[in-house]
């Protein structure tokens, strides 16, 4: 119950499509859901972070949509550029902020 | 600039030795954490501390020990007990390990190669 699934592990876009990476958790208790963007050799930064009781967040060119009866939840890249290309983990955490659970991570690769 | 430093940048470290990573932040966070990461995966959390003196065991803290004796460092050892403790070693920092909506920020990590 404390897992995040992410998927894809990699993927492929062109220059300007729009990437999608999918989460999914099972503890209910989770009430807190950032994404990371992570560049090789680097630590990760926050890049956007959403709360259960909104539906979608976005911020620029990057969107979280959030599905609470699903448990899932989705980073949406508009517009993707070769500079977004990097590892994508998605986070979840509960009561306290203790203990982050993380996903395995997507590793985006954006064609010029 | 507040943020959180990590030295060194690479490590190397010969069988059987014992080494610390430093871990410092400016950021006037109460809670820090240690992760582990290995190529083409996620994060796993060795120990963290969310006061001065008093830190938890996370999902693989065997091999590992910290120490939290001041707010602002929360060092990180590798001891020889760990066995293949070759991988990128991250800290990170949260405003209140009490709090619903912290944040983690990371630092820039420590690369440890064993030879």
């Known amino acids: 119950q404390q897992q995040v699934k992410q998927s894809p592990q990699s993927l492929i876009v062109q220059k300007g499509g729009i990437s999608i990476i999918n989460c999914a958790y099972e503890n209910t208790a989770f009430d807190y859901f950032p994404w990371y963007q992570q560049f090789p050799g680097k630590g990760p930064a926050l890049l956007i972070a959403i709360r259960p009781d909104v539906s979608e967040k976005k911020e620029g060119r990057f969107t979280i949509s959030f599905n609470k009866s699903a448990k899932q939840f989705s980073l949406h890249i508009m517009d993707s550029q070769p500079g977004d290309s990097a590892t994508y983990f998605c986070?979840?955490?509960?009561?306290?902020?203790?203990?982050?659970?993380f996903g395995p991570g997507t590793r985006l690769s954006v064609l010029p | 600039d507040g943020g959180i430093t990590q030295s060194p940048k690479y490590l190397f470290r010969k069988e059987g030795q014992n080494v610390t990573l430093s871990c410092e932040q400016n950021?006037?966070?109460?809670?820090m954490y240690w992760y582990r990461q290995d190529p083409g995966q996620g994060l796993r959390l060795i120990y963290y501390s969310q006061i001065v003196n008093d830190f938890q065991k996370g999902d693989i803290a065997e091999g590992y020990s910290v120490s939290r004796e001041k707010k602002e460092s929360f060092p990180l050892t590798v001891t020889s007990a760990q066995k293949n403790p070759t991988a990128f070693y991250l800290c990170?920092?949260?405003?209140?390990?009490?709090?619903?909506?912290?944040?983690?920020?990371f630092g820039p990590g420590t690369r440890l190669t064993v030879l």
């Open positions: 950021l006037n966070h109460d809670a």
């Open positions: 990170a920092s949260t405003l209140s390990g009490r709090g619903r909506w912290d944040t983690q920020y």
């Open positions: 986070a979840a955490s509960m009561n306290y902020g203790q203990n982050f659970v």
